[in-house]
């Protein structure tokens, strides 16, 4: 069983529409928690970063983590076909030598928003 | 604005043969990654370097696999007898020491592929 289990989708979804990706994880270390868009033949980009339980916003993008359950989540308001792309969620954890940016990523869910 | 380069953008080799691929970090980043990804997958760790030390190797990353950052600037990534599963994007990321948040920045990847 993988730490980090996401959904590849593909999700297809109007122009408009609220999307909700979600990954959840195993490794109860994970601190640190992030969500990547990665445009195809390129390379990831940070969309949010979270660290701990609570809730984000910026923008259209919220996103939330709930460590109890080892969940999380990114929502997508008022979805614009430019937002379609792959999103990829990273967790990390620090101690014992490990560095902040070695990131466990998901799978990545292929989102196409259609006009 | 100079973001994080990588070189070739894309190499098809024999197998059996030898590659190597430089990065180039965002000039005022410590910290550089390696990062290897294929078809349908996200990002996987393979070694992490803080200015010229490497501190960090996945056991991805076996014997046939080197990584350098001279001088702790730009890095290099040394395939040696490559193997048809040795096929996939070769990310590069960097990050500074003061953003201890797993936020990291990517280049656009080396793609590699092994017939």
């Known amino acids: 069983q993988k730490e980090v289990e996401q959904d590849p989708g593909p999700l297809s979804v109007p122009e408009g529409a609220i999307v909700s990706l979600n990954c959840t994880y195993s490794n109860s270390a994970f601190q640190y928690f992030m969500w990547y868009r990665q445009y195809s033949r390129k390379g990831p980009e940070l969309l949010m970063y979270t660290y701990s339980s609570g809730n984000k916003e910026d923008g259209r993008f919220t996103a939330q983590v709930d460590k109890s359950s080892k969940y999380i989540s990114l929502f997508i308001r008022d979805s614009q076909p430019s937002d379609s792309a792959t999103y990829l969620c990273a967790m990390s954890a620090y101690g014992g030598g490990t560095s902040y940016g070695k990131l466990t990523f998901g799978q990545g869910t292929i989102l196409t928003v259609h006009p | 604005d100079t973001g994080v380069s990588q070189d070739p953008r894309h190499k098809i080799t024999k197998r059996g043969q030898n590659v190597t691929f430089r990065c180039d970090p965002i000039?005022?980043?410590?910290?550089l990654y390696w990062y290897r990804q294929t078809l349908g997958q996200g990002p996987e760790f393979l070694t992490y370097?803080?200015?010229?030390?490497?501190?960090?190797k996945s056991r991805l990353l076996s014997d046939r696999f080197s990584a350098e950052r001279p001088k702790g600037s730009f890095s290099t990534l040394e395939i040696q007898r490559t193997e048809q599963g040795d096929s996939a994007m070769y990310l590069c990321?960097?990050?500074?020491?003061?953003?201890?948040?797993?936020?990291?920045?990517f280049g656009e990847g080396s793609r590699l592929t092994v017939l």
């Open positions: 990321a960097s990050s500074s020491k003061g953003r201890d948040t797993g936020e990291l920045f």
């Open positions: 370097f803080q200015n010229e030390a490497q501190l960090e």
């Open positions: 000039s005022e980043h410590n910290r």
